[in-house]
């Protein structure tokens, strides 16, 4: 079956998709997890707000799901702001980010839980858009546009990241603060201040896939659990700190599942996806495009 | 400055004590008229994966609880209800039951919504000699053969393999052949495919394709694409509400061909998924079990869902409350029968009459068989027809799901095939 070229292209194509979608849900977490080593767990849960937002806007205002993820992103990275100030005072400053930290970001994983259930309830909510529902055949390949709108937005978040990490002193700063941050004091750069760009930037991204997240299927409250597993994995799996080798590692994932779901029981994609990352760990333990410490 | 602080201090802390002291006073006598209710306990999933359909249902309970108060209580006493919230969450449960009856001493206890969370119940319940009527458990008496124990759900006294059969007899009287079964790695959706098969190898279909696959599923179109590679007659799916929206949208994204496509998918009951789905839903064929429908028009069943409607909105849950708040509504009725029918509250004279009578609710007369379940299977089949987009009026109204199954409460004919 796997000789199929059929089933093999449009499993390609479907990983690659998927793969993108993961990236969106990852970056932040590369950021916060890999390059600020903030385990922020709450990452997932932020991305439900997003979902939310974008749910909300689209049924009062009609706006497009995508638009509203893209327009709330400096609301977001307020939020990340504030959230990281609140970490650094409590944690961070007295040297206690290890358990307490993580902890703290438990609760916070709960506390936004509670209060999307408190203020919307329970049910599943779903977005409408003209793309959803349409398909593009291209050959034998089949893209839905449910899937290639979250790829392509994911790309672009990705790439605009990537040269403002890459090209901009406040992004060339975020990842010196990851790799030497006394030496960047010594520099004259405050710390903590582009941590907390860093960690307004990692909340922005949250923005932007939780509306991907809504247009591709039903989202309610507790649904950011499914995503906390896959999304440290695929930090870790990239390399932590490195934003290209994120995208790899979600694009394998995604991979991953599509070839198990289409030419195997689909019920091993997990054991799969996370068997290479344990094989992958055990051939190189910073990851794929991680730095050697 | 700073004495003015502490003085205002001092003032709060004394206001706090004296209210301390004065609530329970004031509380007294509330309390010894408390003493004469009648306390209903259970645990409800108003969180956690299935807390969308648990707040519905309590929605439909706190109903029912008022209308028996209006009309003066069971036994001449007001009824209160003592909850938790599980959680959805199966290590809650043994725990908040326990609670239940050893610290809060309720009179009646009736079961959370769902599998996951009745079966845990069930030994504190059994331990207790307690009537346990139950929310939408799939087969859960299968294993403990409890004689106390009454399930709502209409899934007939053979649950796992009833709940499909309708689906499979409407595949057989068609001609088909080959099947595809998809479900989840999920407690109900397992359960459902079982029965499935079952009903597959019994009516002498071909099985060409049967894998689960993880509930953390993001995206079906591979798993559809499989399924169409197969080129089965009928696909059946047991799926849970995210992964059955998945497989709408990626049925329909992919164009599948096959002849009947539905069977076990839980969430296309739900108001805001059907809204959302809209013409994608067409000529799909579904479990359910009250839709509008003449022939299943019982007594009371709109005036509920009138008052159901009215509390559901703005609440975040179900608006139109088809699927399990009349159920729920009904399993307390069917209590609340019993306690009045024998003027006790007796667990052994209750669950005689449990185990004997036929009660007159507003999803139907209900009548349990030697296991609990019903003694007959009234699980629809419905199909999806004619649906517009972003529309959630339509389906309130008979027409948009025609029963198809059983024969008894029929309403259409199945329209064939569901794409070619």
Known sequence: MITDPVLLSNAIVAGLLLGGFYTAVALGLSIAFGQLDIVNIAHPAFIIIGSYFAYLLGAMHGLDPVLTGVILTPLFFVLGIVVYRVYYASFERTGQESLSGLAFFFGLMFIIEVTLILIYGVDYRLVQASYIGVNWKIGIVDIPLRMAIPFATSMLMTIGLYLFMSKTFVGRAILAVSQDRQALQLMGANPVRIKQIAFGLALATASVAGALLIIIGPVEPSINREYIGRAFAIVVLGGMGSLPGTVLAAFILGIAESFVNTFANPSWAPAVAFGALLLTLAIRPSGILGRHS | ?420
């Not at chain 2, 993001?218 to 080129?231: E, G, K, M, S, Y």
């Open chain 2, 1 to 420: 400055m700073a004495h003015s602080f502490w003085r205002r201090l001092a003032g709060m802390a004394g206001a706090f004590t004296a209210l301390a002291v004065l609530i329970p006073a004031l509380s007294a006598g509330p309390a010894l008229a408390q003493e004469k209710t009648i306390k209903i306990g259970f645990s409800m999933a108003l969180t956690g994966p299935l807390g969308a359909g648990g707040k519905s249902a309590l929605i439909a309970m706190e109903i029912w609880r008022d209308d028996v108060n209006a009309k003066g209580g069971l036994l001449g006493r007001k009824v209160e209800f003592v909850y938790y919230d599980d959680a959805t969450n199966p290590a809650k449960v043994p725990p908040l039951y326990t609670k239940l009856l050893d610290v809060d001493k309720v009179d009646l206890i009736v079961s959370s919504y769902g599998t996951n969370v009745i079966v845990p119940a069930m030994n504190i319940v059994m331990r207790k000699k307690m009537v346990f009527p139950s929310l939408f458990g799939l087969a859960v008496n299968d294993e403990f053969k409890y004689d106390r124990y009454f399930q709502i759900m209409p899934a007939g006294p053979d649950p796992k393999v009833d709940w499909s059969r309708g689906f499979f007899e409407l595949a057989k009287g068609k001609g088909l052949e080959t099947v595809a079964l998809a479900a989840a790695d999920a407690e109900f959706s397992q359960n459902a495919v079982y029965g499935a098969r079952k009903n597959a190898q019994a009516m002498g279909f071909k099985v060409v394709y049967d894998k689960s696959y993880p509930p953390s599923t993001t995206d079906f179109a591979p798993i559809v694409r499989a399924i169409q590679a197969t080129n089965p007659d009928v696909v059946y799916v047991g799926s849970y509400p995210p992964d059955s929206v998945g497989m709408v949208k990626a049925a329909n994204e992919l164009q599948l061909k096959t002849k009947l496509f539905g069977g076990g998918m839980v969430g296309l009951q739900f108001a805001a998924i059907q809204k959302n789905l809209g013409p994608m839903l067409d000529n799909v064929v579904n479990y359910d079990f009250w839709v509008p429908a003449s022939t299943l028009n019982f007594p009371g069943i709109d005036a509920f869902l009138k008052k159901y409607q009215q509390k559901a909105a703005g609440a975040g849950v179900d608006p139109l409350g088809h699927y399990l708040p009349p159920w729920a509504y009904a399993y307390l009725e069917v209590l609340g029968q019993a306690v009045e029918d024998t003027k006790s509250l007796d667990q052994d004279k209750l669950a005689k009459h449990m185990q004997t009578t036929t009660y007159q609710t507003i999803v139907g007369p209900v009548k349990f068989g030697s296991n609990g379940e019903w003694q007959t299977s009234r699980a629809l089949m419905v199909q999806f027809r004619n649906l517009k987009a972003d529309d959630l009026d339509q389906f309130s109204k008979a027409g948009s799901r025609v029963v198809l199954h059983p024969p008894s409460v029929k309403t259409g004919e199945l329209v064939f095939p569901y794409r070619q």
